[in-house]
């Protein structure tokens, strides 16, 4: 397979395969080397992986690394607001796919909590990340067509509080009306300090998106995704 052509910024890392599952193990590896050796100088570490289909091969990958799992506090970058059990629930995921065999012992912290809407759950799910500790050591971003990455859809009203880079929340409610759920997601500044950031794509039309998003990449409220092209991010990326 001819490797795609596409002008990374400086100091962003691609990694390129030729199928989703390859792609997975080496994204699988890396995180996992990355936690380990966080481990040798923290009590505890916190890993952000993203909802979807995309990354449920690096999830069964992940699942199987050695690793002091019952050390590791893992958490999604977003939520929708349903119940755990409606099909769109991405905690559902996480937890049939990624919280398996050695990984079962690791510390899983839910951004659905009580309350009909996420506003009224917000206090209960700062309540449940009180423990996390910043900033967080490894995220897993995933990106929509329409350059949006977590919740954070360029058509929620709430967009420009979960992109403001000065927003001391680690938490905010999104009503994208592109979207058929209200969601919750971990705001820019979260995300956006992490030691070690990857994102995660698959797909042709996902490199058309970044393309798109590289053509400027000062707008980021038209495309969300463009606060995080900054250097040290690592693409992982298969067709």
Same mark, same amino acid.
């Given at each position: 397979?001819?490797?795609?052509?596409?002008? &990374?910024?400086?100091?962003?890392?691609?990694? *390129? @395969?030729?199928?989703?599952?390859?792609?997975?193990?080496?994204?699988?590896?890396?995180?996992? %080397?990355?936690?380990?050796?966080?481990?040798?100088?923290?009590?505890?570490?916190?890993?952000?992986? $993203?909802?979807?289909?995309?990354?449920?091969?690096?999830?069964?990958?992940?699942?199987?690394?050695?690793?002091? /799992?019952?050390?590791?506090?893992?958490?999604?970058?977003?939520?929708? /607001?349903?119940?755990?059990?409606?099909?769109?629930?991405?905690?559902?995921?996480?937890?049939?796919?990624?919280?398996?065999?050695?990984?079962? %012992?690791?510390?899983?912290?839910?951004?659905?909590?009580? +309350?009909?809407?996420?506003?009224? +759950? &917000?206090?209960?799910?700062?309540?449940?990340?009180?423990?996390?500790?910043?900033? &967080? !050591?490894?995220?897993?971003?995933?990106?929509?067509?329409? +350059?949006?990455?977590?919740?954070?859809?360029?058509?929620?009203?709430?967009?420009?509080?979960?992109?403001?880079?000065?927003? $001391?929340?680690?938490?905010?409610?999104?009503?994208?009306?592109?979207?058929?759920?209200?969601?919750?997601?971990?705001?820019?500044?979260?995300? @956006?300090?992490?030691? *070690?950031?990857?994102?995660?794509?698959?797909?042709?039309?996902?490199?058309?998106? &970044?393309?798109?998003?590289? $053509? !400027?990449?000062?707008?980021?409220? %038209?495309?969300?995704?463009?606060?995080?092209?900054?250097? @040290?991010?690592?693409?992982? /990326?298969?067709?």
């Amino acid at each position: 397979m001819k490797t795609p052509d596409i002008d &990374l910024p400086e100091g962003v890392e691609r990694h *390129f @395969g030729e199928t989703p599952e390859s792609v997975a193990q080496s994204l699988a590896v890396a995180v996992a %080397a990355f936690l380990r050796q966080r481990l040798v100088s923290a009590d505890r570490v916190s890993l952000v992986v $993203s909802g979807g289909s995309t990354p449920v091969p690096f999830f069964a990958a992940l699942s199987e690394q050695e690793l002091d /799992w019952e050390r590791v506090d893992v958490l999604l970058a977003d939520e929708r /607001w349903v119940e755990e059990d409606d099909p769109a629930s991405n905690t559902r995921v996480v937890r049939e796919r990624l919280l398996t065999g050695q990984a079962s %012992a690791a510390r899983f912290l839910p951004l659905k909590r009580g +309350g009909r809407t996420p506003v009224d +759950g &917000l206090a209960e799910v700062l309540a449940g990340l009180q423990g996390l500790t910043l900033p &967080l !050591d490894v995220v897993i971003l995933g990106m929509g067509n329409d +350059g949006h990455t977590a919740s954070l859809f360029p058509d929620a009203p709430e967009l420009a509080r979960g992109m403001n880079a000065l927003l $001391s929340e680690l938490v905010v409610a999104m009503t994208p009306p592109s979207q058929p759920h209200p969601r919750i997601s971990l705001s820019r500044p979260v995300l @956006g300090t992490a030691r *070690f950031t990857a994102l995660h794509l698959k797909g042709r039309d996902k490199l058309e998106t &970044l393309q798109r998003a590289l $053509s !400027d990449t000062d707008d980021v409220l %038209a495309m969300p995704i463009r606060a995080f092209l900054k250097p @040290g991010l690592q693409v992982f /990326w298969s067709p």
